[in-house]
């Protein structure tokens, strides 16, 4: 059973920062595409950045230049680190770890951390 565990998310004032953390169990974590995505009340999931294994990242258009994702392969942990947090930035974050194994492809989710940007 792989594992996504987050931490990080809080309460925070617009403009202020916070990093998002996942550690992942499972040791595909390496050759992965790892992501995080948001969800607000109300809205469906969306994109908030990818990195992939070799280190390029992806950013939806509402959080580039704000967001900044990274991975740690030995420490099998990927990061958020959010700038500039607004009030459209308060959603649950989940950790997302996926890829192709041998022709067949997996994809696993975190529980989700809440981020709550006050004005």
């Known amino acids: 059973q792989v594992q996504l565990v987050e931490s990080g998310g809080g309460l925070v004032e617009v403009g202020g920062s916070l990093r998002l953390s996942c550690t992942a169990s499972t040791g595909l974590f390496s050759i992965s595409t790892i992501g995080w995505y948001r969800r607000a009340q109300g809205k469906q999931r969306e994109l908030a950045a990818t990195i992939t294994s070799g280190g390029s990242t992806n950013y939806a258009g509402s959080v580039k230049g704000r967001f900044t994702i990274s991975r740690d392969n030995a420490k099998k942990t990927v990061y958020l680190q959010m700038n500039s947090l607004k009030p459209e930035d308060t959603a649950v974050y989940y950790c997302?770890?996926?890829?192709?194994?041998?022709?067949?492809?997996?994809?696993?989710w975190g529980q989700g951390t809440q981020v709550t940007v006050s004005s």
């Open positions: 997302n770890v996926a890829g192709q194994l041998l022709g067949s492809a997996y994809d696993y």
